[in-house]
């Protein structure tokens, strides 16, 4: 990844606004803290509803932010221009952002005398938006990685300073993520510490694609797919929404699967131990989550739950 073993005798402690919000930007602030640079205010999403009581939560970033000491601040829009004068007082050197949330304005842009730079879950231009690495996982990408990308106004289409590359395997999204996560703020400290030895380049025009936000109606899973396909869906969908199939008006998750080579009309389960028939071979799922349960292997869900071979799974 052409990283520095060590900061470099130029290196210098930099002014920064870190702006994230989920456990993928965690690593980043984490290394910017780390390695001494100024952080003079944390950016997040307001606190949101959860859990049982919807009582109030505030984001990993946020938890994590109080943790360090670090003022935080979460404004609901950047758009206002009382909170744009408030993030250009901060007199920075630079905004790191990874997984914000939030559009940013020009003159939140423009205001660091760097600019803005992303931690991007993709090698750009492939899966700009807002999931890339569910999108990876379900087109059956064999690599994916991390772009450090100089912010501009499109979405994820400024030039790139840095990437690093990592094998999809038979990673879920949850385990995929967390890695990605720990490569960008490698990258990220490395862009820091030596600006000048990572110029941006011009993403390319060709390879162009589009990572949509999650509907939680992908996560049903299509029997009539290859197992293949299913078998990614439940990965992608791993830890959240979730792929799931219906049975007797309950839902049950399917957090892991092998697939096999067997027959059967899509949907219909073939044996008494849950192998469920795709249109073409059938996935055998070995970790599943009934509503409101934890997560168990397939064959105590079966001893409190029976799903007879036969049963067409909805």
């Known amino acids: 990844m052409g990283l520095p073993p060590h900061l470099p005798s ?20 984490d290394a910017l803290v780390a390695v001494g640079h100024d952080i003079a205010a944390v950016y ?6 959860a859990g049982r009581g919807k009582a109030l939560m505030p984001s990993a970033v946020h938890k994590r932010a109080e943790a360090l000491g670090l003022p935080v601040r979460y ?15 901060l007199d920075l050197d630079v905004a790191v952002v990874a997984a914000y949330g939030l559009i940013l304005p020009m ?36 690599e994916t990685g991390v772009t450090i990308m100089q912010m501009e106004r499109g979405l994820d289409t400024g030039p790139m300073r840095l990437e690093g590359r990592v ?28 600006p000048s030895a990572y110029p941006p380049v011009t ?14 109606a992908e996560a049903r899973l299509d029997f009539t797919r290859s197992a293949a396909q299913v078998e990614l869906q439940v990965r992608a969908f791993n830890p959240a929404p979730g792929a799931f199939f219906e049975q007797a008006g309950e839902r049950i998750q399917i957090l892991a699967a092998a697939m096999e080579e067997a027959h059967g009309t899509a949907g219909e ?26 997560a168990m292997p397939t064959p105590e869900l079966l001893r409190g739950f029976a799903i007879p071979a036969g049963t067409r799974l909805a």
């Open 10 to 29: 130029v290196w210098r402690s930099m002014r920064i606004a870190f702006m994230g919000t989920p456990d993928f930007a965690v690593p980043t602030l």
């Open 44 to 49: 997040t999403q307001p606190p949101r509803p």
């Open 75 to 89: 404004p609901v829009s950047l758009r206002d221009t009382d909170e744009q004068a408030a993030f250009a007082a």
């Open 107 to 142: 003159p939140i842009l423009e205001a660091p005398r760097l600019g803005c730079l992303n931690v991007h879950g993709s090698l750009l231009p492939r899966w700009r938006g807002a999931a890339p690495v569910q999108r990876a996982i379900l087109a059956g990408d064999t």
């Open 167 to 194: 094998r999809v395997d038979h990673k879920t999204a949850g385990a995929l993520t967390a890695e990605l996560a720990q490569l960008g703020a490698r990258l990220m400290v490395a862009v820091l510490a030596e």
């Open 203 to 216: 993403q390319p025009e060709d390879g162009v694609t589009y990572a949509a936000k999650l509907d939680k």
């Open 269 to 294: 389960v073939i044996d008494d131990q849950l192998g469920i028939a795709c249109g073409t071979g059938a996935i055998r799922p070995l970790i599943v989550k009934r509503a409101g349960r934890g």
